[in-house]
């Protein structure tokens, strides 16, 4: 039993904790075997994966606040930054920064073009990434948004319409996360370069995957008017969380990116990201996953993965009720309902039951709800399409879920408690009764409402 304040008195036995950690595991969701399809990469090849947990190891207590300190994490992030440029259109001296994830790098994009520019909108398809409007969030800027195509790809007239005198950056997606397909970069980028804006392909899903199929329309640094990139390792790159690179196509949008203070009388503080004392344990590990499968490695998952998600596309079409939203260019798929008694939310929680997890997404700006698969080499379509089948079915047995009328609109969320918030979320479903009621409730509010419930959720998630 732990103490109220959390902390044992006397210390515990490693192996005691350890047992512990495993036992608070068990209800995760897996993060290896491919019933996951999304947020987990796996490729299936468990001495990859050990090999990057050994690396993670080594590296775990070296601090990347200080270069002159730790130059072994200089010689890592030129080898990972000079490896991705060139794959990505880049060359042996495109700058670049290691960073925590997607969003970290998509924060240091868009500083950039802040501070090179002086200005502070984005211009950004509805589809992509929210990291755009949080990075916005942080640094005082704001989003534009332009609409998509009836192929979910920005329309690019949309994108001229939106450029004004304070544009600083627009945002093109390779591809978008929602339905996997690519917008139309090098219109795009030709429209940013005329008017003087800056772009940004947000490659952070399929920066490493896309390298490798054939037939992909150019969408990377050599495209005419890319000024910044950001790839995603910890995704298709299948390396541990906490690793993605930011490329700038000029020197200094990468020292607009960085970030100095001799503001005080301690250490000189001098950062390219945004954390300062960070383990270098996921530059290690990423570098030695990048290594040890190498481009015929990235080539065979990738194909492998464009394969399975092919055969998922082709195998909903058989299935009645369902069906794929766009054409996606990387292996992501979205899955809508066609029948209005069928649920796509009802139909997760059903293969939940199943074993499975399929990540809902919500309505939105006329897009429909649906079920995203982030597929890799490791999924197993015929097991996926049984599932979706007969959840499909159930899900229509079941029928939609039952909304409390008017329940959202009579809450005071400024008055509840997290407590009573808890309660209430109880009551409607969450845990052990399924999400269905719960996202179906969120689907039906506005984007606002619904991130101040989810605020409110994830307060009341973490006070117990
Ligand atoms: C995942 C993702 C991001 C954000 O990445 P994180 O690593 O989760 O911070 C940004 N853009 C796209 C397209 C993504 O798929």
Same mark, same amino acid.
């Given at each position: 039993m732990l103490p109220e304040n959390g902390l044992p008195e006397h210390g515990r036995p490693v192996p005691d904790l350890l047992a512990e950690l495993a036992r608070l595991r068990a209800d995760d969701l897996p993060v290896r075997g491919g019933k996951v399809t999304a947020y987990v990469y796996d490729t299936g090849r468990a001495e990859i994966h050990d090999g990057a947990a050994r690396a993670f190891g080594e590296m775990l207590e070296v601090n990347c606040l200080d270069p002159t300190a730790f130059p072994s994490i200089v010689a890592l992030e030129r080898q990972i930054v000079t490896a991705v440029a060139a794959r990505l259109?880049?060359?042996?001296h495109t700058p670049g920064i290691f960073t925590s994830g997607g969003t970290e790098s998509i924060m240091l994009a868009v500083k950039a073009a802040r501070d090179t520019t002086g200005r502070t909108a984005i211009v950004a398809p509805i589809t992509a990434h929210p990291a755009f409007h949080k990075a916005a969030h942080y640094l005082g800027m704001t989003v534009v948004q332009v609409p998509v195509d009836a192929g979910f790809r920005a329309d690019v007239d949309a994108v001229a319409a939106a450029i004004t005198d304070d544009t600083a950056l627009v945002v093109a997606s390779a591809p978008s996360y929602p339905q996997g397909v690519l917008d139309p970069v090098a219109d795009i980028a030709a429209l940013a370069a005329a008017r003087g804006v800056l772009c940004h392909v947000d490659?952070? @899903?399929g920066g490493w995957v896309l390298p490798w199929?054939? $037939? @992909?329309p150019p969408f990377d640094l050599s495209v005419p008017g890319v000024t910044s990139l950001s790839c995603d390792l910890h995704k298709y790159g299948y390396a541990p969380k906490g690793a993605s690179v930011v490329l700038y196509g000029r020197e200094d949008l990468r020292r607009a990116a960085y970030f100095a203070s001799?503001?005080?009388?301690?250490y000189t503080v001098i950062n390219s990201g945004v954390q300062s004392s960070k383990s270098a344990g996921p530059l290690g590990a990423a570098w030695t996953t990048l290594m040890a499968l190498g481009d015929t490695g990235y080539r065979a998952l990738a194909t492998e993965a464009k394969a399975a998600a092919d055969a998922l596309v082709a195998g909903v079409a058989g299935i009645p009720g369902l069906a794929v939203l766009g054409a996606p260019a990387a292996p992501l798929v979205a899955i809508a309902s066609t029948?209005?008694?069928? $649920?796509v939310f009802v139909l997760a929680d059903k293969a939940r039951e199943r074993g499975w997890f399929f990540q809902p997404q919500l309505a939105y700006q006329g897009i429909p709800a649906n079920l995203h698969f982030t597929v890799t080499s490791v999924s197993s379509v015929p097991g996926i399409l049984e599932a979706l089948a007969a959840s499909a079915e159930d899900a229509v047995a079941a029928g939609p879920p039952d909304v409390p009328a008017g329940l959202v609109e009579s809450l005071d969320l400024d008055a509840l408690t997290d407590a009573d918030f808890a309660g209430l979320l109880g009551a409607v479903g969450g845990e052990g009764g399924g999400m269905a009621t719960v996202n179906a409730i969120l689907d039906g509010l506005p984007p606002a409402t619904r991130e101040a419930l989810l605020i409110r959720f994830l307060s009341a998630l973490y006070s117990g």
């Open positions: 259109g880049g060359g042996p490659a952070c @899903v199929l054939p $037939d @992909v001799a503001e005080w009388p301690g029948d209005p008694a069928l $649920d």
